[in-house]
């Protein structure tokens, strides 16, 4: 496509959206569920030539020398198309809050006034690698009542062709519009260029993947964007604590997976627990290859120790070290004097995603949750939980360390918006 006609095909996508969004909104709960079962049987029902077509995608991908985690990334297995059935089968068997009324007080003029939640509207979604976020972002939008036009990576564009066919499949079953779910069938970037700047058709921006993504639509947009940049999250193990499970919870935050957001980044330690926990989980993460970038204190302990003083990956931490989201089997670590040292660095240093306490002490527990300026904030728990199904929020769209519109991991509650309502029996204003 050129220029022009980038230009004309994305304000075409703006505008079927937002016709389709008006449709979205006013449709039943019972209306949205078939729709969503009705998904979740098609793609049961089409796992062979999903993989035809997933195939193509693979094959390109191997051919331009894609890294091997980056094409297992790709992969749409019969148990990824199964886990996105069951991912829909389960929005539909949630409650529906579009609609409801909340907070309805009587005034003294004898107005009852509320909040009502509805759909946001219009959503963009711009996303890399893997196709079955066209499947997640589909059964959100549709449960929550909104229009969504969708922009895949170009490395799963025949992925995503099929997968959006199902969706308007699926909606033309139900009754409602296929153009409530599009998929951009281009892989010109400069489609991003415009959807991002079409305030008219679209309410909200939410970017899915790499930093330097996010980035590019955060500086360009002139749409509202749910975005979080980095994951620098952090366990602080606190005096007093249960040093048994800090290890256990420490461990699991940093090496469950490596590569997600909300895996561990930084460890911090107080002073008064430091020479029992610190020898404890250095052994831990020296047998799994972890690299520890310690302040001069945590490093005197560790090349102290017994289990660790020989481990070559413990190595004198810099202070861009305390900033880093490593996404890699590597670790900042550092000794603080109590909860008022841990709770100033996180906040210097964090990206205010999801940081950590394990602790004993109710009142060290309470002042972090109040004063940790992050997006979640969790008292001896893994901070790889900062997930939407989780949180019991049945799918996520993403993660946002905006304060706002939403904030922590975005499920159907967050793309929808609140107006006011006003229930009156003909009371005027004096």
Known sequence: MNALNIAEYAQTLGLQAKVASAHMA???TATKNIALRSLARLLRESIAPLQIEN??????????????PMVDRLKL???TLETCAQGCEQLAAMPDSIGEIIGLQQQPSGIRVGQMRVPIGVFGMIF???PNVTIEAASLSIKSGNACILRGGSEAIESNKALALLVQQALTEAGLPADAVQLVQTTDREV?????TMPQYVDVIIPRGGKSLIERISRDAKV???????????????????IAMAVTVADNAKTQKYSPCNAAEGLLVARGVAAEFLPLIGAVYAAKGVEMRCDPAAAQILSAHAATKDVANIVAASEQDWFEEYLAPVISVKIVDGVDEAIAHINKYSSHHTDAILTRDHMHAQQFLREVDSASVMVNASTRFADGFEFGLGAEIGISTDKFH???PVGLAGLTSLKYVV???????G
């Open 423 to 429: 229930l009156g029996q003909g009371e005027v204003r």
């Open 26 to 28: 006013r449709a039943s």
């Open 224 to 242: 509202p964007v749910i975005k979080h940049l980095d994951g620098n999250c952090h366990v602080y193990v606190d005096d007093p604590c249960d």
């Open 192 to 196: 991003v260029g415009q959807l991002i």
């Open 55 to 68: 195939a193509k995608d693979l094959d390109r991908a191997r051919a331009a020398g894609l890294a091997a």
């Open 406 to 408: 939403a904030r922590g």
């Open 128 to 130: 890399e690698s893997r």
């Open 77 to 79: 297995s019969p148990q």
